[in-house]
């Protein structure tokens, strides 16, 4: 598992939350941390989500490889308070924003293919 992930305590005020950057996203967001498996071609790690929307998610990483553009594989990990039909499933989506976090961390917000 992917240990270098910050608490969600730690991040609030995060880019991804909306309060450094104007709003203009007309989905409603929830903001919850959950495991989500990030997949590319050459690698993959496991990160926590800053929240999540109906087209897309932000998650936090220690890595700084993403850049807009960027394609990514998503998978929700499962857990024994993830719904059972969501859980392993998986979802295509490119990075739109990278953003930088306290303490080295990036927040990296995806928005999911059709």
Known sequence: MFKEVLPCSLLEGSPCRGETHEERRNQRRLKI?????IRLLDH???????D????GLCFVTSRDHYHPGMSLFLSFLSSSYSS?????KECVGD???????????WAVAVRFRP
């Open 33 to 37: 941390c959950r495991p989500v498996h």
């Open 84 to 88: 059972p039909s969501f859980a392993g």
């Open 95 to 105: 990075v739109v924003r990278v953003d930088p976090l306290p303490y080295g961390a």
């Open 44 to 50: 993959s790690e496991s990160a926590t989500t800053l």
């Open 52 to 55: 999540v929307a109906r087209q």
